[in-house]
């Protein structure tokens, strides 16, 4: 165990927001539940009890008899937002005193970084750089986020759950977020700090990074291992692989969102439907193509002469 | 008869304005000792009350003793809190519930502009000056480290408080009718907000900044039909010399003009269109109704299905 090394990751300056982002992250969720599993628990009182639904205030948090049901924002908002401004320069004076943003030497294009990291929040990306060839992982995958969250509200049909935390009522929306935003996007930026070292390579936290270490990975294509050889069958191959798993994820997906999401599916319209079925589709591709990579060394499914997947 | 009259004029007028002086002069002199003070007294009254006087009321237009009017107005004729209602639902205050996440966010993008600003009078964005800037800048400009230091770690933080607060909305399901425009703004936002980073992340020129940009911007060649090594590129006729990454960085490599274009981009370009979708941002958050909640829960059994 490697503490120096595991200290001088930990510590670096620029690496100190992710470390802080651990229990920030912890604690909103923390704070989230809480909320969710309060209304939840409301919800199913009132779901069975109609007679308490019709006069219930149904909120977890409710007013008290004979306090006025809007209150004026000053004081009583703009007092919180002094606050709030007050304790983040606090913490940005202190920060900044006591730590220094960092400074390399001059830029220098015949000294190459190892590793050379992108800024913490693009380490995702970077990550998926392994995995993936550079213009899928930096050009069309931060394009379908982008897009992918910005039609979000459009296309989720389920009216429950607006203006208040829950998680029985949107299961669905909210575990697919979750996975999206924990899993992919946080997890590759934990991994991508605190696991890649020199040449991308993967050390365990306290693994002492070793510039020369040399890990001879054989990895295969797809098509190779059903031995086929000739480019045209490998591009018709991977089409048929990759098609292939749409079609057969979708219709998983679909069987499973009719049943369990039966509300959903009927409000939804076609055009709404297949957008979902599009980015959720290519959202659960990212971990079976680094599991594939991971656990089966394959490099690509789907291999033309202009592109490979 | 013209002498007479010149004669009886001038006579006439000079005595008469002797005389107006003299009795001028005196009433002057009988003023000050009774009009002045008067005058003063009637100053000190009106200097007693500063609230009352012209000034004061040509700039607060309302008073201020505690009455309910007067809280609303405080917020209603106030040109940077009339982005606030002046009644808002109770519960709309309570942290748990918002995070206070999206002012803090706003909060920290008026620090990096204070503090960005005080950074550009020390900043020459040239290959020559830059690195030894940065170096002045820690070493001999007074607090120039602590403002180098602050303008870094809340740029981090911004970042940190623009993902709790997308987490926030999603979480409480604010993007649901009628707020779904609003969700696309702070996309939007989301993505400047990190676009903002990564193009200030180069200004320094040291290793750091260099090889990350240069990583970033590599992944530009590899763009689909744009990009010189994407799908379909070089059948397009691209090259490392008229790409989208060469129009990124202004040449074929990370260099001079890509200094140049990502301080432009940092300080100018980005926050200007950054503050416009702020803009829109906030007046959408007023125009969909204030923020989302705590809402009473709605249950399942009380969905209308919409006729299709």
């Known amino acids: 165990m490697d503490w120096k090394q595991l200290w001088q990751i930990l510590s670096a300056p620029d690496n100190i927001p992710i470390v802080a982002m ?288 | 008869m013209a002498e007479e009259n010149k004669g009886n004029g001038n006579n006439g007028k000079s005595v008469g304005l002797l005389d107006r002086v003299k009795t001028g002069v005196k009433e002057d002199l009988a003023s000050l000792t009774t009009d002045l003070p008067a005058k003063a007294k009637e100053q000190v009254e009106i200097l007693k009350k500063p609230t009352k006087t012209q ?59 204070l503090t960005g600003v005080l950074l550009m009078f020390y900043y020459h964005p040239s290959k020559v000056q830059a690195f030894r800037d940065v170096l002045y800048l820690e070493h001999d400009v007074p607090y120039g480290k602590l403002l180098r230091n602050m303008h870094r770690w809340a740029a981090h933080l911004m970042v940190i408080a623009v993902e709790l607060h997308m987490f926030r909305v999603f979480l409480t399901g604010s993007y649901k009718k009628p707020r779904e425009f609003n969700w696309t703004v702070g996309v939007i936002l989301l993505v400047l907000t990190l676009l903002l980073s990564f193009t200030g992340y180069l200004l320094p020129d040291d290793q750091l900044g260099f090889w990350a940009v240069t990583v970033g911007t590599n992944m530009a060649r590899a763009t689909p039909l744009l990009g010189h090594e994407g799908p379909f590129g070089s059948q397009l006729g691209m090259t490392p010399y008229n790409d989208v990454r060469f129009g990124l960085l202004g040449g074929s490599i990370v260099d001079a003009n890509a200094l140049l274009r990502s301080y432009i981009w940092h300080c100018i370009g980005i926050p200007i269109i950054a503050s416009v979708f702020m803009i829109l941002h906030f007046w959408r958050v007023r125009k969909d109704g204030g923020i989302s909640g705590p809402a009473p829960v709605v249950l399942d059994s009380e969905i209308k299905e919409a006729k299709k």
């Not at chain 1, 809007?70 to 304790?87: G, Q, S, Y």
């Not at chain 1, 982008?146 to 049909?157: A, F, K, Q, S």
């Not at chain 1, 054989?218 to 798993?245: C, E, H, M, Q």
């Not at chain 2, 107005?73 to 519930?97: E, M, Q, T």
Request: hydrophobic share 50%; proline share 6%; with cysteine.
């Open chain 1, 22 to 309: 651990i229990p920030l992250l912890a604690f909103y969720i923390f704070l989230a539940w809480r909320q969710a599993h309060a209304n939840d628990v409301l919800i199913e009182q009132l779901a069975g009890d109609p007679a308490l639904a019709k006069t219930h205030h149904r909120k977890a948090w409710p007013f008290k008899p004979g306090w006025q049901k809007e209150v004026h924002v000053w004081p009583f908002l703009l007092r919180v937002e002094f606050l709030a401004a007050i304790i983040v320069t606090i913490i940005l004076m202190v920060w900044s005193i006591t730590l220094n943003a960092p400074l390399e030497e001059p830029a220098n294009p015949n000294l190459t970084m190892n590793p050379a990291k992108v800024p913490w929040y693009f380490l995702g990306l970077q990550e998926m750089l392994v995995y993936f060839d550079p213009w899928i992982a930096g050009v069309v995958m931060p394009t379908l986020i982008i897009i992918g969250l910005m039609v979000i509200p459009y296309i989720d049909t389920n009216p429950l759950g607006c203006g208040y935390y829950t998680w029985k009522q949107r299961k669905f929306a909210i575990g697919t977020f979750l996975f999206g935003f924990i899993i992919l996007w946080v997890s590759m930026i934990f991994i991508g700090t605190f696991i890649r070292g020199p040449g991308w390579q993967w050390f365990w936290p306290g693994q002492t990074w070793d510039h020369n270490r040399l890990i001879y990975e054989v990895n295969r294509d797809l098509p190779d291992i059903f031995g086929i050889t000739s480019n045209w069958a490998k591009g018709v191959f991977g089409a048929i692989v990759v098609g292939g798993y749409f079609t057969l994820g979708g219709l998983a997906v679909n069987a499973f969102f009719r049943r369990h999401n039966a509300k959903d599916f009927k409000r939804m319209s076609l055009l709404q439907y297949s957008i979902m079925m599009t980015f959720f589709l290519t959202m659960v591709a990212l971990p079976i193509k680094m599991g594939l990579r991971l656990l089966f060394h394959i490099k690509y499914v789907w291999i033309t002469p202009w592109f490979n997947v």
């Open chain 2, 55 to 113: 000034l004061f009321t040509s700039i607060f237009r309302h008073k201020h003793d505690d009455t309910p009017r007067n809280r609303a107005l405080g917020v209603l004729s106030n040109v940077f809190l009339h982005l606030h209602p002046a009644k808002i639902n109770r519960d709309a205050v309570r942290y748990s519930y918002t995070w206070g996440m999206g002012g803090i966010t706003f909060y920290l993008f008026f620090v990096l502009t």
